[in-house]
């Protein structure tokens, strides 16, 4: 079983994690969504489209001007709370490191940390546990929040993300954190260059047998766009095909862009599969 707080999912069911950016500068969007309305849309959308999750962020990956805590709360924590008031049932991720932010937004609704920065700030894991929140224990092999990956080495890059997610978890465990509300990701692209991330890709199977439920965040990523040579309005096609690796080998949640597209390749390679059902199957039968 999954749970983020008072929401439970069973353990066949694949969760898309819709991307909500209040931010004027992300790679992908371009600050479509900065305005409160905009993202507001943005949550109604993908709602209407069946994502389980969103995951609001409030401060860009890449490097960029410094945003302070203060700063990062007045951008995501209002909208969190409004969020919450009109979905209750919706499960709110907010991609924070800061535990000052995740404490923040967990008293106006957030249900999970996504921690994109691999435990910068150990105390987030104490913020989760005294919320009863879920956690996203990511791999970045050490790098700076907000650094770009230079000429970073590992000798099995694989072996390195399941050992730090996976301590990751434990600590948070220890710490308070529900088990069922704890959940690993490789982060590719962050602290990896394309061999990594693709290498990850590959193997992610490996992750998924340590048990814990395992999330990847695929979508429109450097990796794919240097693999194909690709900028970033096209990479859809790439990251569906990323995608489908992922969801043969078992990965459970998806950070996405595209909520339909993803969830119609999980959905039909869980059913190759045998872990799926399909939703209607009468050929040869009537």
């Known amino acids: 079983m999954l749970r983020f707080r008072a929401h439970t999912f069973t353990d066949d069911a694949t969760l898309m994690m819709a991307i909500v950016n209040r931010t004027p500068d992300s790679f992908y969007d371009k600050g479509s969504t900065w305005a409160e309305d905009a993202a507001f849309d943005r949550v109604a959308a993908v709602v209407a489209q069946g994502a389980e999750i969103v995951d609001i962020g409030g401060i860009k990956a890449a490097p960029g001007i410094e945003i302070s805590p203060a700063e990062e709360r007045a951008r995501v924590v209002d909208f969190v709370a409004r969020v919450r008031e009109t979905y209750p049932s919706l499960v709110i991720s907010v991609d924070t490191w800061r535990a000052e932010v995740g404490a923040a937004v967990c008293e106006a609704g957030a249900d999970v940390l996504n921690d994109a920065w691999g435990g910068a700030d150990p105390e987030l894991v104490d913020v989760a546990a005294s919320y009863d929140a879920g956690i996203i224990c990511t791999h970045t092999g050490g790098v700076t929040p907000r650094t770009r990956p230079f000429r970073i080495e590992y000798d099995d890059v694989v072996a390195a993300a399941i050992d ?5 978890a434990e600590r948070a465990l220890t710490a308070g954190v529900a088990r069922e509300s704890i959940v690993i990701d490789p982060a590719h692209d962050f602290g990896k260059n394309t061999f990594h991330s693709l290498e990850v890709t590959r193997r992610i199977g490996e992750m998924v047998e340590t048990g814990w439920p395992v999330l990847v965040s695929l979508s429109n990523k450097d990796f794919v766009g240097e693999t194909l040579d690709l900028p970033v ?39 190759i599969a045998g872990r799926r059902p399909p939703r209607r199957a009468i050929r040869g039968l009537q």
């Open 164 to 168: 730090d997610t996976t301590r990751y």
């Open 233 to 271: 309005g096209e990479r859809l096609i790439g990251t569906l095909a990323s995608t489908a690796v992922c969801a043969l080998a078992g990965a459970r949640i998806y950070r996405v862009h595209e909520v339909v597209e993803t969830r119609q390749v999980v959905d039909m390679v869980w059913s």
